[in-house]
C-alpha cells in the first residue's frame, strides 16, 4: 500500500528501515516529547519488526507508513483505526530533524487524513500533541484540523507527566 502526492511518498515499511529510522528515532530532540527514546539499535529494530506484525492483523487497525522524500527515507507517518463502531481514527508522524521544516509533516499528515476518510470510510479523525510542540500544533492546524482541548496528564513521559492537546478534523469538514 503506497499514498503520494508530488514530492512524498508513503509506503509501508520493510525490514531495513530500521537504519534510516534509526538515524532520528536516536535523537534527544526527535524524542523529547515523546514515551519513548532515544532509541537503540535494538529498540529501532523491534519498533520496525512490530510494525509489520501489525500490518498482518486482521481486521487491521494500525497502518504506519515510511516516508520517502528524495529517494530517502526520512521518517514515518501513522494511522491507527482507534474505535470501529465509532469510525474513528487517530494520525502521527515524525520526521528526521534534518528536513524539519519543509512542509513534510504538513503534506504527510494531509495524506493520512485523506487515507481515513477516503480508503477508511472513518467518520473523525484526531491528532494528539504536547503543547510545547508549537511546530506539531501548527502542522494540524494548516492541514485543517480544529483544536478541540487539552487532554491534562495524559502521557507519562521521561520527566514526568504531559499534557496533550487535542486536534479533530470530521468527514464532512475535510475537504471543503
Known amino acids: 500500500m503506497k499514498l503520494s502526492n508530488e514530492r512524498l511518498v508513503l509506503r509501508e515499511f520493510i525490514e531495513n528501515d530500521w537504519i534510516d529510522l534509526h538515524k532520528y528515532a536516536s535523537q534527544e530532540l526527535v524524542c523529547q516529547y515523546q514515551p519513548w527514546g532515544p532509541n537503540t539499535e535494538e529498540e529501532s529494530q523491534n519498533f520496525v519488526t512490530q510494525v509489520l506484525k501489525d500490518s498482518k492483523q486482521e ?20 494511522f491507527n483505526i482507534r474505535d470501529y463502531a465509532n469510525l474513528a481514527g487517530e494520525i502521527a508522524y515524525i520526521v528526521n530533524p534534518d528536513y524539519w521544516g519543509k512542509g513534510i509533516a504538513t503534506e504527510v499528515a494531509t495524506l493520512l487524513i485523506d487515507f481515513g476518510f477516503k480508503n477508511l470510510k472513518l467518520h473523525r479523525i484526531y491528532a494528539t500533541c504536547d503543547p510545547r510542540n508549537i511546530a506539531s500544533s501548527n502542522v494540524l492546524e494548516k492541514v485543517g484540523m480544529i483544536k478541540e482541548g487539552k487532554i491534562r496528564d495524559d502521557l507519562l513521559i521521561k520527566n514526568g507527566w504531559r499534557d496533550s492537546l487535542l486536534y479533530g478534523v470530521l468527514d464532512y469538514e475535510w475537504g471543503k
Open 59 to 78: 481486521p487491521r487497525e494500525r497502518f504506519v507508513f515510511a516516508i520517502i522524500y528524495m529517494e530517502k527515507m526520512i521518517g514515518a507517518g501513522e
